[in-house]
């Protein structure tokens, strides 16, 4: 029983055979953070089969899968094509940026291919000095802020200033009353950090800061009554129809605009 085991083992290994299609080369990839990237590495012959390879770093070399920070976030497609060796990683972060390298079977005859990988982060679109955003009392405002690489993913945090401390009111909220009032204005761009708040009170007004893995952007939200509209009625006498006549007087410009400095 013994002996059929190790003779099997043996046949495994004769038909082994593996040529990595970029043998002894360096690719170079790029992802996004969290996005995902393949590392790719792979047999010239789809038909080859693989029993033995590793992934490494090449900062250490360690096999990726006993890195506790890639847990639960690579992938490999042996399983359904022996001889695509390529390694998929998720949830891409910043540390994950370094060289890696895929060993074939012949560890000895130097099979491997290298693979350096780029992570882009998102750097905030920054302004020298603090945003003023303006909103009205009761209406929605949205505080701007988005990354200069609209495709990556940060690990965003909003915060509102309140006795003494910057709270975070977004993605979790320390602060109650933002509950159900403040949203991503666009989840579709991963860039896009921009903050919608909605029913504005004038507990809102203070200071807002967007942050990116220790990077900032001020801004100061200033709420006001809503600029007053005078409407005036005048009715014309018909017999079962009244028309109204609205008119509405001239707003300033700086009451429209959202985006103005404080004077
Ligand atoms: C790998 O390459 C060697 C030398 O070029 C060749 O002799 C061998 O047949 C190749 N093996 C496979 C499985 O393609
Ligand atoms: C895929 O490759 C890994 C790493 O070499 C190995 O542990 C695993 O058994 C392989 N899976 C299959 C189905 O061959
Ligand atoms: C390996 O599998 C991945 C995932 O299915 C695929 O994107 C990639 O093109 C494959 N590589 C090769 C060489 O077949």
């Given at each position: ?75 490999l497609f042996n399983k359904t094509s022996p001889a695509n060796l ?118 809102d007004k203070g200071d807002y800061q967007c942050s990116v893995s220790k990077r900032f952007i001020f ?45």
């Amino acid at each position: 029983m013994r002996d059929c085991l190790y003779i099997s083992l043996f046949m495994l290994h004769i038909s082994a055979g593996c040529n990595l299609s970029n043998e002894g080369q360096r690719i170079d990839v790029t992802g996004y953070t969290g996005g995902s990237v393949l590392l790719p590495c792979s047999c010239d012959d789809p038909k080859s089969t693989v029993n033995t390879f590793t992934w490494e770093t090449v900062n250490g070399w360690k096999n990726v899968f006993e890195y506790e920070k890639f847990r639960g976030r690579l992938e490999l497609f042996n399983k359904t094509s022996p001889a695509n060796l390529s390694l998929l990683i998720s949830d891409l972060r910043e540390e994950d940026e370094g060289n890696y390298r895929c060993t074939g079977p012949h560890r000895s005859s130097h099979s491997f291919t290298d693979v350096s990988l780029t992570v882009t982060g998102c750097d905030l679109n920054r302004r020298t000095h603090t945003v003023y955003v303006t909103g009205y009392l009761g209406e929605s405002v949205v505080l701007p802020c988005s990354c200069t690489e609209p495709l990556a993913k940060p690990d965003l945090i909003w915060r509102f200033y309140i006795k003494r401390n910057y709270e975070e009111i977004y993605p979790s909220e320390h602060i109650e009353r933002y509950k159900n009032r403040r949203k991503l204005l666009n989840q579709t761009n991963p860039g896009n950090l921009s903050l919608h708040l909605s029913s504005l009170t004038k507990e809102d007004k203070g200071d807002y800061q967007c942050s990116v893995s220790k990077r900032f952007i001020f801004i100061r939200l200033h709420v006001e009554e809503k600029p007053q509209v005078h409407t005036i009625y005048s009715s014309t006498h018909q017999p079962s129809q009244q028309t109204h006549e609205l008119i509405t007087t001239q707003q300033p410009e700086d009451r429209i605009t959202h985006d103005m400095p404080l004077a």
